[in-house]
């Protein structure tokens, strides 16, 4: 069995499984309630915790309205530290956090991998954050779950929709989109802009750009797949890095969406 091992713990979130255990749980309950239908995907940002974890928080509180319901999680977000000409899947059985192992779902991947544009890179998921810091959330607000990690480089809208229209229609299936919106802009700038780009993702747009949003491939991929039609899009909560724990002078952005 080969796992690949957390890069960013201690980093993005704490490394010790106790306090990271207790800083979810706190994130989680600091709103009691619970929406009543669960999601078919969410968008959900990816810094570390005490810049956007209040923000995933919202996204990740809805799986408990029937968290034995998800049975397996497509796992999208962009390539921040090595070049993907298109998308990449790894080749390992498992991903690994300070809240134990997740086994990838080999029918899942097998599913995608021959898919235009998909690669098999385990490179492009070793030192990745864009996913891993979805994983202790997941681990937290689910059961038994199995993962299908995807990390999106170069891929186009249509290419990324084939992956999730490839999984979605399983009924157990949850999609989670991972990116953060504006970068490094001054406050008031940086609500402006992720304001227009919350407009837009709330109009299913297929065309955000990078300076909108890091993960603006995975996002244009999810509203331009089938399964997205069919389904409504709500704003759970924004906010800036300027509004948790950073300077207000060079911000980056934060958003989380639910998709029933």
């Known amino acids: 069995m080969s ?4 890069a960013v713990a201690g980093y993005f979130y704490d490394a010790n499984a106790s306090r990271l255990q207790h800083h979810i749980n706190e994130l989680l309950t600091a709103e009691s309630a619970v929406p009543d239908a669960l999601p078919k995907a969410l968008i959900v940002p990816h810094a570390g915790y005490i810049y956007s974890g209040s923000t995933a ?3 990740f509180r809805c799986l408990l309205t029937d968290p034995d319901q998800v049975k397996r999680v497509l796992l999208i ?3 921040h530290r090595v070049y993907v000409d ?3 899947i790894p080749s390992v ?3 690994s956090t300070p809240l134990g192992e997740i086994p990838l779902d080999a029918e899942g991947l097998a599913g995608i991998r021959s898919l235009p544009g998909v690669q098999v890179s385990d490179e492009a998921h070793r030192e990745e954050h864009s996913l891993e810091v979805q994983l202790p959330f997941l681990q937290t607000v689910l059961n038994d779950f199995t993962l299908v990690p995807v990390v999106v480089g170069g891929a186009n809208a ?6 999730i229209d490839r999984l979605a229609d399983d009924p157990h299936t949850l999609i989670v989109i991972s990116s953060d919106l504006s970068h490094f802009l001054d406050y008031a700038e940086a609500q402006r802009v992720d304001a227009s780009t919350c407009d837009k ?3 299913k747009s297929i065309s955000l750009i990078g300076e909108q949003a890091c993960g603006a491939r995975a996002i244009n991929g999810l509203m331009a797949s089938a399964k997205c039609r069919s389904l409504d899009v709500d704003l759970l909560h924004a906010c800036n890095s ?3 724990a950073g300077k207000p002078d060079r911000v980056v952005g934060y958003a989380a969406f639910a998709l029933r």
């Open 242 to 244: 300027g509004d948790t």
């Open 158 to 163: 249509s290419e990324v929709a084939a992956v």
């Open 77 to 79: 977000g962009p390539a």
């Open 86 to 88: 298109g998308m990449a």
């Open 201 to 203: 993702i709330l109009h």
């Open 57 to 59: 928080a919202t996204a």
């Open 3 to 6: 796992t690949r091992a957390a």
């Open 93 to 95: 059985d498992s991903f």
